[in-house]
């Protein structure tokens, strides 16, 4: 496997982002349209737990890794 530049390892980790706020769009839709009677408390925890994921994405300290101190 090829070592990834910055750039790639930063596109790629928000391309992931942007696939869960997809996801999260369509159990938002779900939820505003045609969610099952009794549907809200497991589409609540997995949209929660969408949010949760995403933020660590964003707040990964590792993150710091991917840019080279000048």
Not at 32 to 46: D, L
Not at 53 to 60: A, I, K, P, Y
């Amino acid at each position: 496997m090829t070592a990834q530049t910055p750039y790639q390892q930063l596109e790629r980790r928000f391309a992931r982002l942007g696939a869960l706020h997809e996801a999260m769009s369509v159990l938002n839709w779900d939820h505003s349209a045609i969610m099952p009677v009794g549907g809200a408390e497991a589409r609540q925890t997995q949209l929660s737990t969408l949010e949760v994921v995403c933020h660590e994405l964003l707040t990964d300290p590792r993150l710091d890794d991917t840019f080279p101190e000048a």
